[in-house]
T-cell receptor, first 114, second 114 residues
Framework: DQQVKQNSPSLSVQEGRISILNCDYTNSMFDYFLWYKKYPAEGPTFLISISSIKDKNEDGRFTVFLNKSAKHLSLHIVPSQPGDSAVYFCAASGLGGANSKLTFGKGITLSVRP | DAGVIQSPRHEVTEMGQEVTLRCKPISGHNSLFWYRQTMMRGLELLIYFNNNVPIDDSGMPEDRFSAKMPNASFSTLKIQPSEPRDSAVYFC????????????FGQGTRLTVV
């Protein structure tokens, strides 16, 4: 049973436009949410995170929104650039101890067209 | 720091052989994770160590899989005997503390069992 779901396997956007990547989760014990970016033949790299006490966190072109009641989060990239083309993983974690392990979604492949 | 170092980068082995994957976490990090990435299941957690002690090994698929962390700077994941369905990319990740859980990933080991 997948606790973190990224239902769209791929997304294609034009350079300069907004990319919106969605993620849903089922475990109400999750308290911390992260986005990772992965290029081919490399390991995932941390991009941005949000604690459940917030509903928005922004870092440059990247903003993550959290809707706890809907168990939904999204990553907005504005403006999108060709270098953003990668696989994006949503991940979730509980608070401390054994709960601090990261549970990942299956990822979404973003393609930004020049 | 060189980051999380995994070896080998690629491993091709015959079914039935023993395979050992190695990981050197970032110095000072006290949590270490082993993940496996496949097309079908995405990134799934195999085992999680904190201060060299296994905290959660519920993701280890079978008794053929074992992991050790003899000291803070080294961990191994062993598969014995290996099977073709074990073919995947195996990632090691480390974090400096349980919270926030932004894990740093190695470049992965691509395992092919023929």
């Amino acid at each position: 049973d997948q606790q973190v779901k990224q239902n769209s396997p791929s997304l294609s956007v034009q350079e300069g436009r907004i990319s919106i990547l969605n993620c849903d989760y089922t475990n109400s014990m999750f308290d911390y949410f992260l986005w990772y970016k992965k290029y081919p033949a490399e390991g995932p790299t941390f991009l941005i995170s949000i604690s459940s006490i917030k509903d928005k966190n922004e870092d440059g072109r990247f903003t993550v929104f959290l809707n706890k009641s809907a168990k939904h989060l999204s990553l907005h990239i504005v403006p999108s650039q060709p270098g953003d083309s990668a696989v994006y993983f949503c991940a979730a974690s509980g608070l401390g101890g054994a709960n601090s392990k990261l549970t990942f979604g299956k990822g979404i492949t973003l393609s930004v067209r020049p | 720091d060189a980051g999380v170092i995994q070896s080998p980068r690629h491993e091709v082995t015959e079914m039935g052989q023993e395979v050992t994957l190695r990981c050197k976490p970032i110095s000072g990090h006290n949590s270490l994770f082993w993940y496996r990435q496949t097309m079908m299941r995405g990134l799934e957690l195999l085992i999680y160590f904190n201060n060299n002690v296994p905290i959660d090994d519920s993701g280890m698929p079978e008794d053929r899989f074992s992991a050790k962390m003899p000291n803070a700077s080294f961990s191994t994941l062993k598969i014995q005997p290996s099977e073709p369905r074990d073919s995947a990319v195996y990632f090691c990740a480390s974090t400096p503390r349980p919270m926030p859980p932004e894990a740093f990933f190695g470049q992965g080991t691509r395992l092919t069992v023929v």
